[in-house]
């Protein structure tokens, strides 16, 4: 906990704008809540770019063209509360970017997500990764809170574009653990200087989607049951599925 | 960083005997190198069963029947140190589970490495999702590098036991991908209160390794390769990738 604890980012009602008398420095007045949002912005964006142990609050405040104390008039937890509000405002950008295409197959909506998907990684590329990878100093029950919150939509949101209502522990853990292998190929796909084209990182992911959601289906009615109205959706085009089913055959 | 940093646990050439001059308590006398694996292997217990938030130093030392002093002579660091040393100690543990029998089709070793995988995770249950779960108080870049030594030594000997030499990025990522699942499929597992019988977890785990090859076969000769010869290798009991290729079928 820090000493002097700070209301939750998100709901703060700022305080009356506390721009510092101007003295030398030309620094610009902002509204309080555009104040606030500017510096969320510019954490973002300093957080995106580099590990979270090489941004300071200085280099926050320089680049908002701010003072230190004025950034913590604001963010009175210091780095620490900034980050969490930085990370909020990335996980709400993330999950709008989950929104499913309205038209086309089963697995070219599918790609459509993944894209936006691969698109956040790559402009949030070292906050991504040291998040997600663990060990970084300023993760805390909080920060994986948030992350398992936006784990949390993105399984929802799949099941229910799947179409179902209530899904059973099987189907649930298909979904889950396909989200995961999601995360771990960004994560490697990042580690290896994104050297993999992402086109073929997300036909990848489609095709592990079909497979995954088979190899549950032998476990699980339920899973059987979407499995075969996903294929049935991909029409004359569901060469993916007979090419799987090909790879399968014992030689 | 800690105050005085201590030597790297495995290392350490432990002290002269620190015993406390028996006092009016009752506390046993042991050799050095004894003491300190005791030391660890009560800390590894008690982190087992208590997030690592609720074990203190004065816990271990009760449970050690050792006063906090010689606990701290051992391990200047602290409980940051002593679990870095638990931690050390399980993963240790845990990568001598890897080992493949040496008989059965490729399906039933992938069976046996898997039931010692999750009886470790129940020994350590406690321990084992407070640090794959992330935010854990004593997480640390040192922990996540241990927890990632693990799996580069699952993925080396899942590679190895394929028979491959050199992997190229699309089978590396399928085996880490794979492993990932394991991971989460497991916490899901603990989550659930362990509702799920461990042998259907399994069992899923080994077909979702089959059709999570499948679909990388796809897009990778090599991994195409492996596949075909896993599958000959299963001989006449290979009825598993037949039932994938059922479910897989155009309604």
Do not use: C, N
């Amino acid at each position: 906990m820090e000493a002097s604890p700070a209301p939750a980012a998100g709901q703060a009602p700022a305080p009356a704008e506390p721009e510092p008398r101007p003295r030398r420095t030309g620094y610009r007045r902002l509204p309080v809540q555009q104040r606030r949002e500017q510096l969320i912005a510019v954490a973002l964006e300093l957080f995106a770019s580099r590990p979270p142990e090489e941004v300071g609050l200085d280099d926050v405040a320089e680049a908002a063209g701010a003072s230190r104390p004025l950034v913590y008039r604001y963010f009175a937890g210091g780095k620490q509360q900034l980050y969490e509000a930085a990370l909020r405002s990335a996980a709400q950008e993330l999950t709008s970017r989950f929104a499913v295409p309205v038209s086309g197959t089963p697995s070219e909506q599918l790609s459509a997500v993944l894209d936006g998907y691969f698109a956040f990684v790559v402009e949030h590329e070292a906050g991504y990764s040291a998040l997600l990878r663990g060990g970084s100093v300023v993760e805390t029950a909080r920060t994986s809170a948030i992350v398992d919150d936006v784990r949390r939509v993105a399984l929802r949101r799949t099941l229910r574009h799947l179409g179902v209502r209530e899904a059973g522990p099987r189907l649930t853990l298909l979904v889950r653990s396909w989200i995961a292998v999601v995360e771990g190929a960004s994560l490697s796909w990042l580690d290896e200087g994104r050297a993999l084209p992402v086109t073929e990182l997300r036909d990848w992911l489609v095709d592990q989607f079909t497979a995954m959601a088979a190899a549950t289906a032998l476990h699980d009615p339920q899973t059987a049951e979407v499995l075969a109205g996903v294929l049935a959706l991909e029409g004359p085009r569901a060469r993916r599925a007979e090419r799987l089913r090909a790879v399968l055959a014992r030689p």
